[in-house]
């Protein structure tokens, strides 16, 4: 009787359980629809059906391309792109269209080729592409000394600093002076008297040429007469140096290739190597450079290059772009601006004297007695 109520009981648990189940799974089910509506993952947008969109294809650059480049096939690349996004006429889609063009500008690769970034002109020279709108090139010599140790590269901004020599002239004659003297002898009878003349019927005129400048008279306090006097050599040129042209670019240093081509530029010439026994070559040094200026800035230094001044090139800081006044150079300046003074007359001097400043070398010292 026991084991049989026992049995009862379970029964009535068990049969409690699966109510209570039932019930969990029905509470739960509806709890789901309230909480996430349409099965939505919570933190998850709503999946919409994506549309069958048309296609169409269009021309990239499949690597960096720098300007004036010529456009091969190994350079370009064709990428899928929305129909409906794309302008009539404003992409290239076919690759043989942009064969054989040349790029404008430095492009990246990636960038979509349109009419405006190429051009079809095949003539005119890699240089030019190189030029800045409203600027111009220009070649000018240089040196060891004049490019900054040869450090100077394509795409480097410089200054330029010129240097002239100034002489006094005669404004008739526009020559040098001092202005050389000659004798003239008005014509009339020889001999004695006051009225006598050089003997002939014209005028005589000696010229001494170089041996006669012209000089001034002046009065001697010791003699208290006048006396007159001569240079004692030619006129010395006055020296002047000012900064022309400020942040000019540097378009090539030395020769151009003579095809023109982007890839003889972008890479030197190799040196050729010695044969075995012959001494090696030194490097050949270039002895020009091509500047980019405004078109003014172009004439002056075709003047200065005419009248031989000397033009010096200063290297910029990579970015600055910085304008500096400058003050023009002179004897004068250097003494008031650097408070240099002129050296007195001493009774006393170094010994052996120095007529110039010019460094000797060891050799040239020890050979000195």
């Not at 200054?159 to 100034?166: A, D, E, P, R, V």
């Amino acid at each position: 009787m026991a084991a049989g109520g026992r049995r009862r009981n379970g029964r009535i648990f068990i049969l409690l359980a699966i109510i209570l189940i039932v019930i969990l799974a029905v509470a739960g089910f509806f709890l789901r629809n309230q909480l996430f509506p349409s099965q939505q993952i919570p933190g998850q947008p709503l999946a919409t059906p994506t549309p069958n969109q048309a296609m169409s294809r269009i021309v990239v650059l499949a690597q960096p391309v720098a300007r004036g480049t010529t456009i091969t096939e190994g350079m370009v690349a064709v990428v899928p792109y929305p129909q409906d996004q794309l302008v009539e006429g404003l992409f290239y889609t076919d690759v043989q269209t942009v064969i054989g063009k040349r790029a404008r500008f430095d492009l990246e690769q990636g960038v979509p080729l349109t009419a405006s970034l190429v051009t079809d002109a095949p003539e005119g020279s890699y240089a030019s592409f190189q030029i800045p709108r409203g600027l111009v090139a220009v070649s000018i010599p240089m040196s060891r000394l004049t490019a900054v140790s040869y450090a100077l590269q394509p795409g480097d901004h410089v200054n330029i600093i010129g240097s002239m020599l100034l002489v006094d002239l005669d404004t008739d004659f526009q020559s040098r002076l001092p202005n050389y003297t000659a004798a003239v002898i008005a014509p009339g009878p020889s001999g004695g008297g006051e009225e006598t003349g050089g003997g002939g019927e014209s005028i005589t005129i000696t010229i001494n040429g170089s041996e006669s400048p012209q000089g001034r008279a002046e009065l001697d306090t010791a003699l208290n007469q006048a006396v007159y006097v001569q240079p004692s050599e030619s006129q010395r040129p006055r020296l002047v140096s000012q900064t022309l042209v400020q942040d000019a670019i540097v378009l090539w240093v030395g020769e151009f290739p003579l095809n023109g081509s982007a890839e003889t530029q972008a890479q030197a010439a190799p040196t050729a190597t010695p044969a075995a026994g012959e001494p090696a070559q030194a490097p050949t040094r270039p002895d020009v450079v091509t500047l980019v200026v405004t078109p003014q800035d172009a004439v002056t230094l075709n003047y200065l290059m005419l009248v031989d001044a000397h033009l010096s090139l200063a290297l910029r800081s990579a970015g600055d772009d910085q304008r500096v006044p400058t003050e023009t150079v002179t004897l004068q300046f250097i003494l008031d601006q650097y408070n240099i003074p002129y050296p007195a007359k001493l009774p006393y001097g170094i010994e052996p004297r120095i007529d110039d400043l010019y460094e000797k070398l060891p050799s040239q010292q020890s050979a000195q007695p």
